[in-house]
């Protein structure tokens, strides 16, 4: 790569360790520019091998894929746990509520840690917790529903941790292109995780007779994941990819980050396009296994659930069309991202807009289309999932190439917290308290339950507008932001002499290939 202008190359100065501090006289919000130009030069040497971060990825994506397992199995069985514990439709929504509750609360205090100690011992810690909370939830008695709330509210500890550090250790070992492509592998497995989630609870419940082997089946293969993370994951330095090796330090204070995420307009305008995101995607994770099963029941294809064990069907296809659409999704979104990218500079938040906007017609011909056809139906459901699967991976390289390194699990975390606090904390449990007040008009009618849930789902299309007017507001402000970011870098690796920060940024402009 040649340079033109007075910017030195790294093989003629030595690159020191480098400052991002609060100090920084930059203004973020500037200029435009691809997450591209951030690769390192082919002749720097990583501090991490290429191999051992591929093997990195593969132990990263293995968790994450049991993190989302295990978050949806009780959704695979649900209609075997209310007949169990005997609850209402927003009881069983609480059990999501309470689980999300204390990740978002937790989340934060992760975000502050991933920032300033080692990430590697803060996910084995959570995950350690997670395991053993996880596998205890399932030996609940049925006088004991409270327990079950408690446990599972546990379990979010573990999670925390994990989706808190886990991107930004992705986000050292990777840069530009390689980074955008392994960060959709990652989050490909939410969804594909969730399906397989439905599939393993209500395969496990079939094949034991047995509600709470849906919720012993993750802990015993989180065990392997853990063990995979002490000897094969390792702890980058912060900003790894973008300095060569050498990494980046920071001297801020929480209050500091907090105020430069705040005034950071992509991201919080894209924060609020996850939290619809997350209100939508939580509501239908939750409910959609037993909307469709109760309408089996309303077309008299399948008689109520009177056994401990109910048919579960429902859940298998559903899981299946969720691993399909989070697979093809992610992979879509991500080549989409990186076509448009040099064509279109703000291509990223308007994929996610057109993803959030398209899946709301096809939310309305499911909720509305499932009273008559179940094919129609699953149809409607797959195009509406792949449509929202567009989201997840670009989302994720956005909060990356927007935030400084010293700042991404502060980042993450607040997003996390602020996207599940307005999103899928409380949808689960918001739909069931719909649905249960529409139902008590007439409680004794098979087609009444079905279209009480009916109703309760109408609300999210709504919110599908709205995120999708979000990520169009982002757009707005996504070039400015990124070029502060790579400005910011690039400006640390090769210390001005006394140009201004205009002027710095047009050598940084003039590079060629």
């Not at 079939?206 to 012993?216: I, K, P």
């Not at 997003?415 to 606090?421: A, C, D, E, N, P």
Request: overall charge neutral; glycine content about 8%.
């Amino acid at each position: 790569m040649e340079q033109k202008g007075s910017v030195s190359s790294p093989q003629d100065v030595p690159v020191p360790p480098s400052s991002l501090g609060s100090s920084s006289g930059l203004q973020y919000g500037a200029l435009t520019n691809s997450v591209s130009s951030l690769a390192p030069l082919a002749a720097d040497k990583p501090v991490i091998s290429q191999r051992r971060a591929y093997v990195a990825i593969a132990v990263l994506c293995y968790v994450n894929l049991l993190n989302y397992m295990e978050r949806y199995t009780i959704a695979g069985v649900l209609s075997e746990l209310q007949k169990f514990f005997d609850i209402s439709d927003s009881t069983a929504g609480l059990l999501q509520t309470v689980f999300i509750c204390s990740f978002l609360l937790l989340a934060p205090l992760f975000g502050y840690l991933g920032d300033r100690y080692n990430r590697k011992h803060i996910m084995l810690c959570g995950l350690s917790v997670w395991l053993l909370t996880a596998a205890g939830s399932s030996f609940v008695s049925k006088s004991q529903f409270w327990l079950l709330l408690l446990l599972r509210a546990l379990v979010g500890v573990g999670e925390a941790s994990y989706s808190t550090v886990a991107p930004t250790i992705i986000g050292d070992l990777f840069s530009g292109g390689r980074r955008s492509v392994m960060i959709c592998i990652f989050y490909i497995f939410i969804p594909v995780g969730s399906g397989l989630g439905y599939i393993t609870g209500a395969g496990s419940a079939s094949l034991t007779g047995d509600w709470r082997w849906a919720l012993r089946i993750t802990p015993i293969m989180g065990v392997v994941g853990l063990i995979l993370m002490v000897f094969l994951c390792p702890n980058p330095p912060r900003g790894a990819a973008e300095t060569h090796g050498d990494g980046v330090t920071a001297h801020s204070s929480y209050k500091e980050d907090v105020k430069y995420l705040l005034k950071n307009k992509s991201y919080v305008w894209s924060s609020l396009g996850v939290t619809a995101l997350a209100f939508l995607t939580g509501a239908l994770a939750f409910w959609m296994p037993t909307f469709l099963a109760r309408a089996h029941i309303t077309q008299g294809l399948r008689p109520p659930c009177t056994g401990e064990t109910c048919n579960s069907t429902d859940s298998f296809i559903f899981g299946a069309v969720t691993v399909v659409t989070g697979i093809l999704g992610g992979a879509l979104g991500t080549t989409l991202s990186r076509y448009f990218r040099d064509k279109v500079t703000h291509a990223d938040p308007l994929i996610c807009a057109v993803g959030m906007l398209g899946s709301v017609p096809c939310l309305f011909i499911t909720i509305f289309v499932a009273s008559s056809s179940i094919p129609a139906t699953y149809v409607f459901i797959f195009f509406g999932e792949l449509l929202l699967s567009l989201n997840w991976a670009v989302l994720a390289d956005i909060l990356l190439y927007v935030v400084v390194p010293t700042r991404r699990a502060t980042a993450e975390a607040l997003q996390i917290t602020f996207g599940h606090l307005l999103g899928d904390a409380g949808s689960p449990y918001l739909l069931g308290v719909i649905s249960d007040a529409i139902r008590s008009s007439n409680p004794k009618t098979h087609d009444w339950n079905f279209r009480s849930l009916m109703y309760s789902l109408l609300l999210c299309p709504f919110v599908g507008i709205l995120g999708g007017v979000f990520f169009l507001i982002t757009t707005m402000y996504i070039n400015k932001d990124r070029k502060a970011v790579q400005q910011l870098v690039e400006e640390d690796l090769h210390p001005r002499q006394g140009p201004t920060p205009d002027s710095s940024m047009e050598l940084s402009n003039k590079r060629t290939v």
